[in-house]
């Protein structure tokens, strides 16, 4: 059974950055897909990033040339770096993770899910 426990949430001023973590057991990267989400109160749960078993990223345009993923396989945890932080980055933010071949941030039905970490961004 897939666990994901996430870290590293915070408070910050607009243009910092920040990294969390989400640390996964239960399980190896040799055929994992795993994704950054993140969510405001009132709104659906929006795809950020996906990196596939191969460690091939993928972005959505939100985030894309401010927010890095990547995963160190030898601490089985998977981060997402954000830089040059903006408020409506404010927001509950969660990784997923599972065992698609077709990797994608585009889709929320993974079939595990962490606990949310709260990062907030104050101009």
């Known amino acids: 059974q897939i666990e994901l426990v996430v870290s590293g949430g915070d408070s910050v001023q607009a243009g910092g950055s920040l990294t969390l973590s989400c640390r996964l057991t239960g399980s190896d990267y040799s055929s994992i897909c795993m994704a950054w989400f993140r969510q405001v109160p009132g709104k659906e749960r929006e795809g950020l990033a996906s990196?596939?078993?191969?460690?091939?990223?993928s972005y959505s345009d939100s985030v894309k040339g401010r927010f890095t993923i990547f995963k160190d396989r030898a601490k089985n945890t998977l981060y997402l770096q954000m830089n040059s932080l903006k408020p409506e980055d404010t927001a509950m933010y969660y990784c997923a993770a599972d065992l698609w071949v077709q990797c994608t941030w585009s889709r929320a039905d993974f079939a595990s899910w962490s606990q949310g970490t709260h990062v907030t961004v104050s101009s």
């Open positions: 990196v596939d078993s191969y460690g091939s990223p």
